[in-house]
């Protein structure tokens, strides 16, 4: 049954914690793993299956590309994971090469469902997926800035006292150091974020705009004290994929191509995206600043100069 099918490509610390959270969330009834570690994935298999009596129903297991033809999302964290020391947009070229002969497999599979991208440079990556595949562009999301937006809203209502969820805030452009926070739109129930901090005279400004270098820097610090992150970025891949497979509407700041919105056309960037059983089903033109429209021209730029060096 291709409705609920999950295909998971790279059993890495990303891949493992996807595969955990979507267990213990019930996303999914079915979740096939690829790997080239063969051996580890077969172990993966059955501790998460350990888990399924606490959970919901779900068929996991050792995959192959062939058992990709009726999956309703495939999912993919394979690839180099960035180090110490490098940006995520040093890794284009290795992880191209990777994407390639992945790609080529999957879609010589039979598959025509959605591709949910979270190896980075995701943005390069996606657009390289919408390359390799031949697929419509609204069948390829990368996570793009969804995690650094939940990072910018766990600051934001850090430091307001308030519950994260009743935050609503975007970062958009690169997944990386060009990305930038829509503070013009960043809102508590409704209102403005500015309103709320002149509604409370004891919430320090300067330390309200830090919140969004806190977030930027939040991978680059959490690789320095613990070598990668997984799990923050596990349970973005995994809302993602429940947004698809419900068919939820949601929206989340995903890497998704652009057709003329922002200004921006040919490229896949961080976008506030509504999500759904069709993919991408349409992107949020959120209305920028002068300020922010500089940093969204600054964002782009970067990206297309990364592809226009590439073999893509």
């Known amino acids: ?20 959270a979507s267990t213990i969330l019930g996303v999914g009834r079915e979740l096939g793993i690829i790997d080239i570690n063969e051996k580890k994935v077969e172990g993966e298999v059955m501790d998460l299956s350990d888990a399924i009596s606490f959970t919901s129903p779900k068929y996991i297991y050792k995959a192959s590309y062939s058992d990709c033809k009726d999956a ?16 995520r947009l ?68 850090g430091l307001i006292g308030i519950d994260p969820r009743s935050v609503d805030a975007f970062i958009l452009g690169e997944h ?12 508590i129930g409704g209102l403005p974020i500015y309103e709320w901090v002149k509604s409370q005279s004891e919430i320090d400004e300067m330390a309200l705009l830090d919140t969004f270098e806190k977030s930027k820097n939040a991978a680059y610090e959490i690789i320095e004290k613990k070598g990668a992150t997984f799990y923050g970025i596990g349970m973005a891949i995994t809302r993602l994929v429940k947004a698809i497979i419900n068919d939820e509407n949601s929206v989340y700041s995903t890497s998704s191509y652009l057709y003329g919105e922002y200004g921006v056309k040919d490229l896949y960037v961080g976008v506030p995206t509504v999500i759904g059983k069709d993919g991408a089903k ?12 500089e940093r969204m021209d600054e964002s782009t730029r970067l990206l297309k100069e990364i592809i226009g060096k590439s073999d893509l």
Not at 77 to 82: H, I, K
Request: no cysteine; aromatic share 10%.
């Open 282 to 293: 349409w992107v949020i033109e959120v209305p920028l600043t002068d300020t922010e429209k």
């Open 176 to 187: 990386g150091d060009t990305e930038f926070p829509v503070w013009s739109h960043t809102n």
């Open 90 to 157: 040093d890794l284009v070229e290795k992880n191209l090469a990777i994407f390639k002969g992945m790609i080529k497999n999957v879609v010589a599979s039979g598959f025509d469902g959605i591709f949910v991208v979270a190896t980075n440079p995701v943005d390069v990556l996606s657009y390289a997926t919408w390359k390799y595949s031949g697929f419509p562009a609204s069948k390829i999301i990368g996570t793009g800035t969804t995690l650094d937006s939940s990072r910018f809203k766990k600051e934001i209502a």
């Open 72 to 87: 309703e999302v495939v999912v993919i964290t394979a690839g180099l994971a960035q180090k110490a020391g490098e940006t």
């Open 1 to 20: 049954m291709k409705d609920s099918k999950i295909i998971l490509i790279g059993d890495g610390a990303v891949g493992s914690s996807f595969a955990y």
